[in-house]
């Protein structure tokens, strides 16, 4: 599947300053809506190392309600949750209704970094697959907003980010030996990948694959994947918001009508002082 993702797609900076406000005022929108249809989001991001996770939560939180918007970092599990079925950690920590949460890494890490560091067995893996499906069918079912999005860049562009990093000694802190020896291993965890897209891609539960080389493009293709999904059970619930005026088409300005263009030409000229106040200005000065 992964070979079909367009990894040279990119997005022209000015159309990238046009766009993302527009869709982070929309995805504000939909959030209070969200909000007040009593209608739960879980995102699931991952995708590879430097791929440009962190960037893209970074866009995500600026102008969301933090009250009702969660970033669900996935660690290694504790000794308490080592002690309990390995799905229960991420039970756990699902949105309420109402509210977004977004997964950095998530239960995926099970038949990616688990699988191919050996830590679980085939057994393991397709016994993963199987709870994972009747996770994410449990939670469409119960009516949340699924969105599942993989951040996919190649080896090579991997390894030059890794580099530019290391050279940043503001940066260099974030690659450790643990990267480069995951990153010489890339052929294995493609083949991963690969298989864990095509077990879990649902008609419910679809993928959205994204090109990373370029940072604005898949900054935007992500916010619109999460943006379709939540106006998409909206609609269904009848509760969908009508376009905000200050959002407008996600692709491209609002047109200006005569009266707002006539409008705007009015404010931008200065304001003469009146005939009462010249006369008072110039007896001040006399």
Known sequence: MLEKVNLKREL??????????????????????????????????EGWD??????L??????????????VRPTYAPTIEELYRPWMWRFWQRLPPKGEIA???????????????????GRRDVEQAFTEIRELERQLVDDGQVLV???LHISKKEQRRRYKKCEKDPFLRWKIKPEDWRHHEQYGDYLEATEELLEATSTTDAAWTLVGATDRRHSEVECFRAIITGIERRLAALGKLPPP????GNLAAKPAETPKAKAKAKAKSKPRSKSKRARTRTEAAHA
Request: hydrophobic letters at 45%.
């Open 244 to 247: 905000d005026a200050t959002v």
């Open 12 to 45: 022209p900076k000015d159309a990238y300053k046009e766009q993302l406000p527009r869709l982070q005022e929309r995805l504000r929108v939909l959030q209070r809506a969200a909000f007040e249809a009593q209608l739960a989001t879980t995102i699931v991001l």
């Open 57 to 70: 939560v970074a866009r995500l939180v600026e102008k969301l309600d933090p009250r009702g918007f969660r």
């Open 50 to 55: 430097a791929s440009g996770k962190g960037g």
């Open 148 to 150: 599942k999005l993989f």
């Open 102 to 120: 977004l997964f950095d890494r998530s239960w995926y890490g099970r038949v990616l970094v688990e699988r191919v560091e050996g830590l679980v």
